[in-house]
């Protein structure tokens, strides 16, 4: 149970049942450029952060973060990643 | 060259020397919340897109559209990945 120093990775993005403004103003832009090989394009919010504690005790965290501060349960899925700093 | 759907993720983020005040927001809310464990949080976008084409060259291309259209790069750090969707 030693205390490190863990990198977190929290990807927030639309559900893909709910319209992306921005990823179709991004995507039509794109087109506009002559990018016609692209769709599907989505943008949404990447947040990274710094923990320090045992990995299981930030993993439980770092999701409870994620789920209830960084993201909207309901319009938003969210994705966690760790690693050691 | 066969020509496959892919799925590109970019990732943006501010350069580590330019202040990032939506991750100082953060940082501050989450210690107020009481996780006084976290440090050096950054906020950024997360753009994905799915291409059509040959690898060589939507890899050539989304490098391009993210350095050209999806970030500044005077302020910004952008890594692209690529995988068959």
Redesign the interface.
């Known amino acids: 149970m030693s205390v490190m120093r863990y990198r977190a990775v929290v990807?927030?993005?639309l559900k893909r049942s709910i319209l992306d403004p921005q990823?179709r103003a991004?995507?039509a832009?794109?087109r506009r450029?002559g990018?016609d090989?692209?769709?599907?394009?989505?943008?949404?919010?990447?947040?990274?952060?710094?923990?320090?504690?045992e990995r299981a005790e930030?993993e439980r965290?770092v999701r409870e973060?994620a789920e209830k501060?960084?993201s909207n349960p309901v319009m938003e899925d969210v994705e966690v990643s760790l690693e050691e700093a």
């Not at 090989?37 to 504690?53: A, F, H, M, Y």
């Open positions: 990807d927030v993005l990823g991004v995507e832009t794109l450029l990018n090989n692209v769709s599907d394009v989505r943008v949404g919010k990447r947040i990274e952060l710094v923990l320090e504690g930030v965290q973060i501060v960084l």
